[in-house]
């Protein structure tokens, strides 16, 4: 039997492609790639010659996709998926393959390497020790709010994907939500040539985005609810012997 490798790509620098994702880019049977165009120009920049078979393994077909591949896996193939950037699964395909393999039963592993998430969180100079990922708001500013309410009394550390378009409405929904004076960061194009951390309150980095509108790839991180934050998003029926009980 061969092994599904889930490996990491660069997120903006291709200085971190790691020793062994370009082993297995060399080596590999077969590489599923989110973006056949895009998995072939990173091979060039990395000078590597992509020995294997490459297939589209994408948002649209990953389900189809993923019981062929295994197919492959159990007549001896080692079987590469990668995303277009960063961890594959995170925010991107290889969920279903990884799933499928461990129903049938097949080996699975990671070649590990950047990904936006922990690069964030550790610039971000907010608690670490506990965090969660939250991945993209949703889209629209009524669904955002319901959702963003849901998290006034979450402890850990939050980390958010962000895309350019939405910056602004998602900085004064998160205003709205949490206040202006909970700590945040705004991570913005990581690991690359203008890699830049805006660290502040909310109310800082949501005045920051309207006067200088950020550009590129970015993260949201904001800090966990404090005893008086979790206080004030209870309701008002609930004392707070009631909420040491919750
Ligand atoms: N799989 C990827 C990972 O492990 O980070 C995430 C893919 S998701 C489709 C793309 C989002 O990741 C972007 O909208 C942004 O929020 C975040 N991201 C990816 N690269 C980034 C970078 N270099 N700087 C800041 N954010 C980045």
Known sequence: RGTVVLAATPIGNDGDASARLIALLEHADIVAAEDTRRLYALANRL?????????????????????????????????????????????????????????????????????????????????TDRFCYEGFLPRKHSERMQYLRTMRAERRTMVFYETLHRIDESMADLLEAFGPDRPMALCRELTKEYEQVRRGTIGEIRQSVVDDPPRGEMVLVVGGASETDVQAAAPASLSVADLAVL
Do not use: F, Q, W
């Not at 961890?87 to 799933?99: E, F, Q, S």
């Open 47 to 127: 000078g590597v010659h992509v020995g294997g078979h490459v297939v589209a393994y994408h948002d649209h077909n990953e389900r189809e996709k993923a019981d062929g591949l295994l197919d492959r896996v159990e007549s001896g193939a080692t079987v590469l998926v990668v995303s277009d950037a960063g961890m594959p699964t995170i925010n991107d395909p290889g969920l279903a393959v990884v799933r499928r393999a461990i129903e049938r039963g097949l080996p699975v592993t990671c070649a590990p390497g950047p990904s936006a998430v922990l690069d964030a969180l550790a610039l971000s100079g907010l608690p």
